[in-house]
């Protein structure tokens, strides 16, 4: 399976001692605040085991972000429809003690590097009300495309989200 790495970061596979870390990552509520809800450690475990699966049917994926040998999140990778059409979407969520120092930026721009080896167009999407995502997405060079609502209908004021691509 392919890792990358960075002046800073390492992009990696995960390891079954990340899932502790991970699932603490998806229980924070700052972490979430733009998600429905935070995750159990059942639901992100299960997260967990899609990312993996992912790895293994493509070679990549969301990969486990390592800091100075440290869990941080996850960067990367991954197959959606979510906007109506099957797309390779760019994504992240690191652990709230990693924001604030161009990490995020750092590995997406490796991700977005790598995804656009597999395919001429990547995209990026979150809520709209996630102004901190969407400004990743554009200091990594994508470009804003469209508002669109999600499929899923229990997002209440979260539903409506922005598009971005390569």
Known sequence: MIALSTERLLLRPWQDDDLGRYAALNADPAVMEHFPTVLT????????ARIRSHFAEHGYGLWAV????????????????????????????????????????????????????????????????????????????????????HPRTDLGHLRRHVLYSS
């Open 41 to 48: 450690r059942a639901e992100s475990d299960g997260s967990a």
């Open 66 to 149: 390592e800091v100075a040998g440290e869990f941080a999140g996850f960067t990367g990778l991954a197959w959606s429809d979510v906007t109506g059409t099957r797309e390779l979407e760019v994504g992240w969520r690191l652990a709230h003690r990693f924001w604030g120092r161009g990490l995020a930026t750092e590995a997406a721009t490796a991700a977005l590097a790598y995804g656009l080896t597999v395919t001429p167009r990547v995209v990026s999407f979150t809520a709209l009300t996630n102004e901190r995502s969407w400004r990743l997405m554009e200091r990594i060079g994508m470009r804003r495309e469209r508002e669109f609502d």
